[in-house]
């Protein structure tokens, strides 16, 4: 976060806020054991322990039945990658007593709740988000559903923020993940002003002129619907930051509740509730309330006291409970070759598995954002950001050292560094590291043939 590498959230600062607070919270990533584990995963293998660090309830998951439907993997294959992902998620720190490991395929719970979720979520959606049309084989439809469920699993028993540590590509899946927990809840929880339902766009304008009540009320108590109505339309000098549709649409609906009073309230809808947790909802919320047929209105409830409150009940009474699951979004890393780093181009990235010497060499092959002579880059300064070489650096070399990061950066556009020694320093630094790391894993075998993951499909 610090070096902008991971430069974009969905929601995050529910996670922040439960870290801070010292409240429960998860992390989860999925990978899907379509190749080696390399370089660009070990950045999200980091994201996951570092959130585990913190305290969260860490998750990692192999997604094999996506591998399988999604891009024809055999069994045989999959069990051999899903093997060596773990180890270098192990051998990275990922605390396995602390932390939960499952492949899709083995995990009978996170099926079951796929299949309920699938229940949520329509073709149509498939086809706007995924371009899935009439060719796209089932299993394919059901390894979205899966995501599904892994994204939201970490909630099965507890409703809990969730950081979900992925590449931007995985943002479509993210909505769709928030989309399908809201329809899950019992209960929607809005701000509301009077019978009528305002729209969000409408509720700021109205809030407004709820809080300008004493320009125009006519005596005590709550204003009127219509004198807010008469007040806007004489255009107060509040409606300028509204589009002039919302402005009409509000004074049309002010105008049309007439002498019903403007007041603030929580409402409750019901949005798929048993009767039983709507009537508990009903009895649980302190101080003036009305109840209509398909929602409650509270007038001495706050937001966020009202949110708990249709989660406590909606669990109480058996529902998920879900929040939505937030998201941080990390940048790839170029291939060494410039380009995408791919998992198919050996030559592209640094697999976790390559020997020390090939990773090194692979670095002194990489291409630079370095000029054409050595006396160009003298007087113009390499070209950092346009470099696969200082990524290395910055993504994996400096580790925690900020510092030396920025270093390599500022010599570099300096001009005081040049290539053959920078790409020297790396590769040696690449060497050292995978060396490391590949000790480390063979230490992690024990770890995992202790822990309860089944590395064999039992498939014939
Ligand atoms: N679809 C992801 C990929 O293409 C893998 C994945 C499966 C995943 N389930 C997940 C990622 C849950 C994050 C969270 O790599
Ligand atoms: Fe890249 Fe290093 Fe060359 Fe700068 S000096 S362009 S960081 S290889």
């Known amino acids: 976060m610090r070096r902008a590498i991971i430069f974009g959230h969905r929601d995050y600062r529910r996670v922040a806020d439960a870290m801070r607070n010292d409240e429960p919270f998860a992390a989860l990533s999925g990978f899907m054991p379509t190749g080696d584990p390399h370089i660009g995963h070990k950045?999200?293998?980091?994201?996951?322990?570092?959130?585990?660090?913190?305290?969260?309830?860490?998750?990692?998951?192999?997604?094999?039945?996506?591998?399988?439907?999604?891009?024809?993997?055999?069994?045989?294959?999959?069990?051999?990658?899903?093997?060596?992902?773990?180890?270098?998620?192990?051998a990275l720190g990922?605390?396995?007593?602390?932390?939960?490991?499952?492949?899709?395929?083995?995990?009978?719970?996170?099926?079951?709740?796929?299949?309920?979720?699938?229940?949520?979520?329509?073709?149509?959606?498939?086809?706007?988000?995924?371009?899935?049309?009439?060719?796209?084989?089932?299993?394919?439809?059901?390894?979205?559903?899966?995501?599904?469920?892994?994204?939201?699993?970490?909630?099965?028993?507890?409703?809990?923020?969730?950081?979900?540590?992925?590449?931007?590509?995985?943002?479509?899946?993210?909505?769709?993940?928030?989309?399908?927990?809201?329809?899950?809840?019992?209960?929607?929880?809005?701000?509301?002003?009077?019978?009528?339902?305002?729209?969000?766009?409408?509720?700021?304008?109205?809030?407004?002129?709820?809080?300008?009540?004493?320009?125009?009320?006519?005596?005590?108590?709550?204003?009127?619907?219509?004198?807010?109505?008469?007040?806007?339309r004489d255009d107060p000098g509040i409606t300028g930051g509204h589009d002039d549709e919302v402005v009409a649409g509000v004074v049309e609906k002010l105008d049309n509740a007439g002498m019903e009073p403007l007041r603030p309230r929580i409402r409750f809808f019901d949005r798929q509730a048993t009767e039983a947790a709507f009537e508990a909802l009903i009895d649980e919320i302190r101080g003036e309330k009305r109840v209509f047929e398909g929602h409650i209105d509270a007038f001495e409830l706050d937001r966020e006291t009202a949110e708990d409150l249709a989660l406590?009940?909606?669990?109480?009474?058996?529902?998920?409970?879900?929040?939505?699951?937030?998201?941080?979004?990390?940048?790839?890393?170029?291939?060494?070759?410039?380009?995408?780093?791919?998992?198919?181009?050996?030559?592209?990235?640094?697999?976790?598995?390559d020997d020390p010497e090939d990773g090194y060499d692979k670095v002194k092959a990489a291409t630079t954002g370095g000029r054409e002579t050595a006396e160009k880059q003298r007087e113009l300064g390499g070209e950092p950001d346009k470099c696969p070489v200082y990524e290395l650096y910055a993504?994996?070399?400096?580790?925690?050292?900020?510092?030396?990061?920025?270093?390599?950066?500022?010599?570099?556009?300096?001009?005081?560094?040049?290539?053959?020694?920078?790409?020297?320093?790396?590769?040696e630094l690449m060497e050292g590291f995978l060396a490391d790391h590949q000790e480390k894993r063979d230490e992690a075998r024990e770890v995992l043939a202790d822990l309860d993951v089944q590395l064999d499909s039992e498939r014939v």
């Not at 390599?408 to 590769?427: F, H, I, M, N, P």
Request: net charge negative; aromatic share 10%; proline share 4%.
């Open 395 to 427: 993504y994996l070399l400096a580790g925690d050292d900020d510092e030396f990061a920025q270093r390599v950066y500022d010599e570099c556009a300096g001009g005081e560094r040049l290539c053959g020694g920078c790409k020297e320093e790396a590769a």
């Open 312 to 353: 406590a009940v909606e669990v109480d009474h058996g529902g998920y409970g879900f929040v939505p699951p937030s998201s941080i979004y990390h940048r790839f890393m170029t291939g060494l070759t410039g380009g995408k780093m791919s998992s198919s181009i050996p030559a592209s990235h640094i697999s976790l598995l």
């Open 94 to 232: 990922f605390d396995a007593d602390d932390g939960t490991l499952y492949r899709q395929s083995a995990n009978r719970e996170l099926q079951d709740l796929a299949f309920e979720l699938g229940a949520e979520a329509r073709f149509s959606e498939f086809e706007a988000i995924y371009g899935f049309d009439g060719e796209t084989d089932v299993s394919h439809m059901q390894s979205v559903v899966t995501q599904m469920a892994d994204i939201l699993y970490p909630q099965l028993e507890d409703s809990k923020p969730t950081v979900i540590p992925v590449g931007p590509d995985q943002d479509p899946h993210m909505r769709l993940a928030r989309d399908i927990a809201e329809r899950t809840r019992y209960f929607k929880v809005t701000e509301a002003y009077a019978s009528v339902a305002f729209d969000d766009d409408e509720r700021p304008l109205v809030a407004a002129t709820y809080e300008a009540r004493e320009q125009y009320a006519d005596g005590e108590g709550a204003p009127r619907c219509g004198e807010a109505a008469d007040w806007l």
């Open 43 to 90: 950045m999200v293998f980091d994201e996951i322990i570092w959130h585990q660090q913190q305290g969260a309830d860490a998750y990692a998951l192999i997604a094999d039945l996506e591998a399988h439907a999604a891009r024809g993997l055999t069994w045989d294959e999959i069990d051999d990658h899903s093997e060596d992902y773990l180890l270098s998620l192990l």
